[in-house]
């Protein structure tokens, strides 16, 4: 089992920055892809970036690309997603997942086996 918690989220105008962090504990944090996805209301859980074990494959959807940057610290069980430029369309609870096939990075929510609780994000105009 791997716990996932997200921290984070708030209120940020159009343009602000916010760093959303994600702390895993449980089995062996450093075998696992993570990954980030949002969820507007009304609409599908959609990727947004992810990274391998070894953060050398890091992958972002096509809508934040430029803008959000994800990192890990594996000495520190952590993920964060640093959001620069935000948009109102960012708006969205984010949610962190795990995924054991720590090689490759899954744009596919049914491929992560662990997920956190959501941490809510506003971006007004």
Not at 68 to 93: G, H, I, W
Request: proline share 2%; glycine share 10%.
């Amino acid at each position: 089992q791997v716990q996932l918690v997200e921290s984070g989220g708030g209120l940020v105008q159009a343009g602000g920055s916010l760093r959303l962090s994600c702390v895993a504990s449980g089995r062996t944090f450093n075998r696992y892809t993570l990954g980030w996805f949002r969820q507007a209301p009304g609409e599908e859980r959609k990727f947004v970036a992810g990274i391998t074990w070894s953060g050398h494959i890091i992958s972002y959807a096509d809508s934040v690309e430029g803008r959000f940057t994800v990192s890990r610290d594996n000495a520190k069980t952590t993920v964060s997603l640093q959001m620069d430029t935000l948009k109102p369309e960012d708006t969205a609870v984010y949610y962190c997942a795990a995924d054991n096939k720590a090689w490759i990075v899954s744009r596919e929510t049914y491929d992560y086996e662990y997920w956190g609780q959501g941490t809510q994000v506003t971006v007004s105009s």
